[in-house]
């Protein structure tokens, strides 16, 4: 049999996991919203901007704000358990054939040109906003499949499955859209230092070099540390790290098999010891089940594995806590009216729903794809529909894009005012056209 991973991180797993996620999100949004809008504004403000943290090793200095090492430290692991996401995914998940991932990639990509699109034109008089256009590019997975997973067994598995696709392909895209556009002035001695420890770890990867701590000592101190001072965005390292990390196993399924069946059988054999505790020769065999566990698993999943409820549960929520704490000073509607936010409003809500019907409808037209077992065309609108949540990866996209702190803010306004819309108008479809199994 062909060598192949074992896969232990199943879908539904993820699926529950983001949904988890999802409500701690909407729960850190709130307390953010309401610290940042009471007396206590000067505490959060303090917190996050103005409390600084960090370590001097000579001459070397490398200090910042809170918020700093939270979106250019904890963001960077986010997306390196993103880019472990998105490789086994390619390698043997829903983007791991053509007829699998069309649909999802070009429903993606059809999500990510057309609220660009709509952006663009709606600020087309005003160059100083254009920058902006990436805001509403991307979707936050954990807000929409924790919203979809509350129609229950109204929705078919399937869809969220597209969903969670289409997501992870979004997010390469957003990456890219980083890496390219959100670029400023680019350090290359810095780039190539990255460079060369990104092939230190593929060579790693080839000889067959499994530790973790390896790849986590030269990724943070060779490739994490000179994109941080290169001027490309220090996220971008840990999508690359990401995609250094083995995803082959040791031995075969057939072999894993085998030699499991052997360890069990001699452990029947062993005569237990009268109490709680294992003999010498039982202890002995637990600890060769446990290597050739090992050897049946590969890194990258065991990784994805540890990492996802860290980053699901931790990363994330904090960086909304972080972030989303928007100051309302004057009139809401103020905000809610200015080009920025109606330009990300109209973005997430329209340009997400129409790119991702659109696309999808011409690669099934065109007969490049299929849609999933069990899905309709109305639930793939709901889906376009929830999309349009971009929460997360928006705000960390408007953090860049723009210089100006009161654009800053009006861009999360508008980002929160079109994910709370998206929401009521995707759950709403989705109750309304899917029927109870």
Do not use: C
């Not at 939270?70 to 472990?84: E, R």
């Not at 060369?196 to 000592?217: P, Q």
């Not at 971009?390 to 996209?397: A, D, P, R, V, Y």
């Amino acid at each position: 049999m062909k060598n192949k991973p074992v896969s232990h991180f199943g879908i539904s797993k993820f699926i529950n996991q983001e949904t988890i996620g999802g409500v701690l999100l909407i729960f850190a949004t709130i307390v953010a919203l309401f610290w940042a809008n009471s007396s206590y504004y000067s505490s959060y403000h303090y917190l996050w901007y103005e409390l600084k943290a960090g370590f001097t090793w000579g001459d070397f200095k490398l200090i910042g704000s809170l918020h700093h090492w939270i979106n250019d430290g904890l963001m960077a692991l986010f997306f390196f358990t993103v880019g472990l996401e998105i490789k086994r995914e390619i390698i043997g998940g829903e983007l791991s054939s053509v007829k699998k991932a069309s649909l999802p990639i070009m429903a993606a990509v059809g999500g990510m040109v057309i609220p660009a699109v709509v952006y663009s034109l709606v600020v087309i008089n005003k160059p100083e906003l254009m920058h902006g256009w990436g805001v509403p590019v991307a979707t936050d997975i954990a807000f929409a499949l924790g919203l979809l997973a509350m129609l229950g067994k109204r929705v078919n598995i399937q869809l969220k499955i597209f969903l969670t696709a289409l997501a992870i392909a979004d997010d390469l895209g957003a990456i890219l859209v980083i890496a390219i556009f959100y670029t400023n002035a680019i350090d290359f001695k810095e780039l190539f230092t990255a460079a060369v420890f990104m092939i230190v770890l593929i060579v790693a990867n080839y000889a067959g070099v499994r530790r973790a701590l390896f790849y986590a000592v030269v990724g943070f101190s060779g490739v994490w540390l000179s994109f941080l001072f290169s001027g490309v965005h220090a996220t971008v390292a840990g999508v690359l790290i990401a995609l250094t990390i083995p995803a082959r196993t040791k031995i075969d399924e057939d072999t894993y098999i085998s030699k499991l069946e052997k360890l069990l059988h001699k452990f029947r054999r062993e005569n237990p010891n009268n109490n709680p505790l294992l003999t010498k020769e039982q202890s002995h065999l637990v600890e060769e089940i446990d290597k050739v566990n090992d050897k049946a698993q590969t890194p990258l999943q065991k990784l994805e594995y540890f990492l996802h409820p860290i980053t699901t549960y931790f990363i994330l929520p904090v960086f909304a806590l972080a972030n989303a704490g928007v100051r309302v000073e004057g009139n809401i509607f103020d905000l809610m009216f200015h080009p920025i936010a109606i330009a990300i409003i109209l973005g997430l809500v329209l340009g997400k729903f129409i790119g991702i019907s659109l696309f999808s409808r011409l690669m099934v037209k065109f007969k490049l794809a299929t849609l999933p077992e069990g899905v309709s065309w109305k639930q793939i609108y709901g889906v376009a529909l929830l999309a349009g949540i971009g929460f997360t990866m928006s705000i960390f996209i408007s953090e860049l894009a723009f210089s100006n702190e009161a654009f800053k803010q009006i861009a999360k306004v508008g980002i929160m005012t079109a994910s709370v819309i998206a929401a009521v108008f995707g759950m709403s479809w989705l109750a309304l056209t899917s029927k109870k199994e």
